[in-house]
């Protein structure tokens, strides 16, 4: 079964900290994703990943950054983390792209103070 | 925006009753993934139909597509308490990207 993995599950921090939220997915899928997810805003793609090195710019990139460094790991990094990052963040997986169906994990509840 | 509505819809119907989820998106796509999120939990796929489907079904569930008006609706027939949810629509956009309607959330009582 598809497996997508994130941690921490909830992280709080304050104002210009620093953030690493994890991600893996064991299902040897090439396409990996960041979202935030917002009361009235669903979901909204922040970065995402076709491949081990590869990085593509989503639709609400401001403040983040993100790494894949192996096929199953992907990475979202806040270096200053503001209170409008406080947000829900969910990972996911896909071999097919945007053809093809999305494998979340369990989220990830962060808080900027 | 991919998406015509923009803020999340909220339905309450009672057990039993038959209910539609419509969405409309703006450019050209490939697929419509329909997705219900639990509470608490990461949103999973239920439907996916695709440009040459008019109508696809699992169970309790039907979707429709209706491509010359960029439109999609999800029917739940004769919906349970347990089909309450987030359902999101969304569209497979320029190959890689899915890109997410704000979804409706729907609240079935007893």
């Known amino acids: 079964e598809a497996a997508v993995t994130q941690s921490p599950r909830n992280k709080v921090t304050v104002t210009g900290g620093n953030v690493t939220l994890s991600c893996r997915q064991t299902?040897?899928?090439?396409?990996m994703y960041w979202y935030r997810q917002d009361t009235g805003h669903g979901l909204r793609l922040i970065h995402y990943?076709?491949?081990?090195?590869?990085?593509q710019i989503g639709d609400v990139p401001d403040g983040y950054k993100a790494t894949r460094t192996t096929q199953e790991d992907f990475f979202l990094l806040l270096e200053l983390a503001s209170p409008s990052q406080t947000s829900l963040y969910f990972c996911?997986?896909?071999?097919?792209?945007?053809?093809?169906?999305?494998?979340f994990g369990p989220g990830t509840r962060l808080t900027v103070l | 925006s991919q998406w015509g509505e923009e803020n999340l819809q909220a339905l309450s119907i009672q057990e039993g009753e038959d209910v539609t989820m419509n969405c409309s998106y703006k450019?050209?796509?490939?697929?419509v993934h329909w997705y219900r999120q639990d509470s608490g939990r990461g949103p999973a796929l239920i439907i996916l139909?695709?440009?040459?489907?008019r109508e696809k079904r699992s169970g309790r569930l039907r979707a429709t597509l209706d491509t010359s008006s960029q439109s999609s609706s999800l029917s739940i027939t004769a919906a349970q308490c347990e089909d309450t949810a987030v359902y999101f629509c969304?569209?497979?956009?320029?190959?890689?990207?899915?890109?997410f309607g704000s979804g409706t959330r729907l609240l079935v009582s007893p």
């Open positions: 996911a997986s896909s071999d097919a792209g945007g053809e093809g169906e999305q494998y």
């Open positions: 299902n040897s899928h090439n396409y």
């Open positions: 990943s076709y491949g081990a090195g590869n990085l």
């Open positions: 450019t050209y796509t490939t697929v």
């Open positions: 139909i695709r440009s040459n489907e």
């Open positions: 969304a569209t497979g956009a320029g190959g890689y990207k899915v890109v």
